[in-house]
């Protein structure tokens, strides 16, 4: 059982979102970083949106602190925050190196479509509503990574020998991360119950299915990639 069935919150916006979720973590480019047959182009053209997008969600953090009430949830946004600017964004760049993209270059990127609605979605959503409006916002990408790193490093059927995209399976798989998507479960978990009553739960599971569908638009903006 993994630790993300142990959470209270989670569990219900997944299931109320189920086919958007399905869509996001078994998307067709999902099943192509699996067995190693993704074009190398639509990767490396996720991986420059990518470093964008973290941009953004290290955006989200600081806004998380401003809309914290407590020590505590200002703890929560700043261990968010860090671990996209000290941690994520380091291995990241690191990663995009070997794909022959260096920073200053995906810094200089325009910003995609399905870059630009998810991002400014989830800051819209923290800007109008309260911390767990926007930690429901987030929570698409900050667990569903987790959980798509670690049910394709744990499938046997996942290609290890050969596969181009190994270590990034690994990377989401690996105990850091899997400590970041846990803790953002149990932030979730801490602001349900000293924010929501059940009459919310409508409102949130809404924000989660739209959230999760834009995640689903940014693996197909990497597929849609011009190939050349």
Known sequence: MSYLDDLKLFPHLREAGSQAWSDYVEHEFVSGVA???????????YLGQDYLFLIHFARAYALAAYKAESLTEIRDAAAGMSA???????????????????????????????TMAYTRYVLEKG??????????????CVIGYGEIGARLSADSKTRREGNPYASWIEMYAGDEYQG??????????????????????DALK???EQATRLEVDFWQMGLDAPQN
């Not at 970041?180 to 739960?201: C, I, N, P, T």
């Open 35 to 45: 067995d190693g047959t993704l074009p190398e182009t639509a990767f490396r053209h």
């Open 180 to 201: 970041v998507a846990r803790a953002h479960g149990e932030a979730l978990d801490r602001l349900w119950q000293s924010r929501a009553g059940g009459e919310r739960l």
């Open 127 to 140: 800007g109008q509503g309260d911390l767990l409006d926007l930690y429901v916002a987030l929570a698409p």
């Open 206 to 208: 809404r924000n989660f």
């Open 84 to 114: 996209i600017v000290d941690t994520e964004m380091a291995l990241h760049v690191a990663y995009c190196g070997a794909w022959g993209l260096n920073e200053g270059s995906m810094e200089a990127l325009p910003e995609a479509t399905a």
